[in-house]
């Protein structure tokens, strides 16, 4: 049986200062002041509209792990676990954290966690049904429980980091309690009232571990871009991503900044069953046309890293040794693949995500290069869920451009993007050997070795292939001074409130 776990302990996972100097600053002692990228929609961890928002619900609900910055997981609800196969194939055990209980006095238990997986697999909309499917768990005792998958338990301990994995009372799940607006979890903090684009919180009495609220009180806010710089100069925000063109301008005010790459790889996903797409010389003439270093110079100032491979730079599936050979600028030889294919003048519709300036910038450029290599491109920004509308149900639209990356294991983005079944493949592609491997990922369960088959996949898609990667953006955070504590998540949008003080 393979233990990959940490024995049982209280886990502090505050983090020393990461900051200091800079301006004066008006914030309130005992309150911290996050500014947040989305506007939150509901408290219920079933039903995040994206994965992003779980920043709302984290300090809330504790999950059965925690995905750490470096990617490792860790414990919080479960102390330890192990794997291993028998007869009716692989599962995970794992031994959770014991003598705790809800704010309504009901006890965790393995009971806890088996309610909390059919609520996720069955409540009516779950965004954390797909992460949960064909997942099922049994109670070994009071405290143990039994996870089993016939397709492997190996993105079992990342993914019940996320959402899939925050424990929800029994009695609030049994009494149908609307979690959109209440809470019923075991948090660092407790929710103390909502206001439009804005969710305050108060420190947990008697959370077992004592270390993890650093402040008394929490503020999550929604605020437009342009706006969070002199948020952070009146004191009005402590802790946000900052815009890249109002970096340069927080540093001279002597601000601390941390720069990160995070999970995110801009991309172009393609519709391989519509015209021009279904000819696999039209994807890669789009590849080779792309100068993916000149767009990140222009784009975001240089802030970026060039990507050639499907996950991003900043993940650890990313595979170093590729740069993008897989993935090279040639314009004369996309224009001949565009004649080749008699593809000359061809309708392309770019959709992509209205109100993101950088994407919509981004897509314009890409417009510019495909309109020079003979295409007939046009961009068409809608709002995010008409871009997936339009790509994977309606499917009246050759081309999308997105973020990929934003998932707590790297099986759910290739599961999404890369594989035949993939709800971003309305085409149906399928790459065999991205398959085996991404089974062969599924059933590994030591985390280094299933890191070495995303790297392997990640440098498998080619020019020719079902996306075209471009860029990892920087996110950039800025820091007041008084706050302690700050360490950048695993991906830009995934911030810990554990152990941060102001």
Not at 342 to 355: K, L, S
Not at 452 to 460: A, N, P, R, T
Request: glycine residues 8%; hydrophobic residues 35%; negative net charge.
């Amino acid at each position: 049986m393979k233990k990959i776990g940490i024995a049982s302990a209280v886990l502090t996972l505050g983090l020393t200062a990461a900051c200091g100097g800079g301006s004066a600053s008006s914030s309130e002692d005992g309150v911290l002041k996050f500014g947040a990228v989305l506007a939150h929609t509901t408290l219920d961890p079933d039903l995040l509209p994206l994965a992003q928002m779980s920043s709302y619900v984290s300090p809330l609900y504790d999950s059965l792990t925690f995905l750490a910055s470096d990617e490792s997981v860790q414990p919080l609800l479960a102390t330890e676990w192990e794997t291993d196969e028998d007869d009716d194939g692989p599962y995970l055990d794992m031994t959770l954290r014991e003598e705790l209980s809800f704010s309504d006095e009901t006890p965790f238990t393995a009971d806890t966690v088996i309610t909390n997986v059919e609520r996720s697999q069955e409540v009516e909309g779950s965004t954390n049904a797909g992460d949960l499917a064909g997942t099922t768990v049994e109670a070994i005792d009071t405290h143990q429980v039994r996870f089993r998958n016939e397709d492997g338990v190996g993105a079992l301990p990342r993914l019940l980091a996320g959402p899939a994995g925050m424990m929800i009372s029994d009695r609030a799940i049994e009494d149908g309690t609307d979690l959109t607006e209440e809470a019923a979890g075991i948090g660092p903090f407790t929710l103390t009232n909502i206001q439009p684009n804005r969710v305050v919180y108060t420190a947990s009495e008697d959370y077992w571990d004592e270390e993890a609220a650093g402040t008394e009180t929490l503020e999550i806010q929604y605020m437009a871009d342009d706006a969070k710089l002199n948020a952070i100069r009146s004191g009005e925000l402590d802790l946000t991503i900052l815009p890249q063109k109002m970096v340069p301008s927080a540093e001279d005010a002597g601000y601390e900044t941390e720069h990160s790459l995070g999970a995110e790889n801009y991309t172009f996903s393609f519709n391989t069953e519509l015209e021009p797409f279904d000819d696999e010389r039209v994807r890669e003439a789009v590849s080779l046309s792309l100068d993916q270093q000149a767009i990140c110079d222009g784009l975001l100032e240089g802030e970026c890293v060039p990507t050639g491979q499907f996950f991003s730079a900043g993940s650890n599936a990313y595979n170093p040794d590729i740069e993008l050979e897989n993935f090279p600028f040639d314009m004369d030889r996309a224009q001949e693949l565009i004649t080749e294919a008699g593809a000359e003048g061809a309708e392309v519709e770019i959709v992509t995500v209205a109100g993101n300036q950088v994407f919509e910038q981004l897509a314009t450029m890409v417009q510019g290069q495909l309109d020079e290599i003979g295409l007939d491109v046009s961009v068409t920004p809608v709002a995010p869920p008409q871009v997936v509308s339009r790509f994977t149900a309606e499917k009246d639209v050759a081309m999308a451009f997105g973020a990929t990356g934003n998932a707590y294991d790297p099986s759910v983005t290739l599961t999404r993007y890369g594989l035949v079944d993939g709800l971003y493949n309305p085409g149906g592609l399928e790459e065999p050997e991205v398959e085996e491997l991404a089974r062969e990922a599924l059933l590994e369960t030591d985390q280094e070795k299933r890191t070495e088959i995303y790297q392997e996949i990640s440098g498998l898609f080619d020019a020719s292939g079902l996306v075209t990667s471009v860029l990892t953006p920087e996110s950039v955070y800025v820091i007041s001074p008084d706050v302690e504590g700050w360490e950048s998540p695993w991906a830009p949008s995934y911030p810990s409130f554990r152990g941060l003080s102001n």
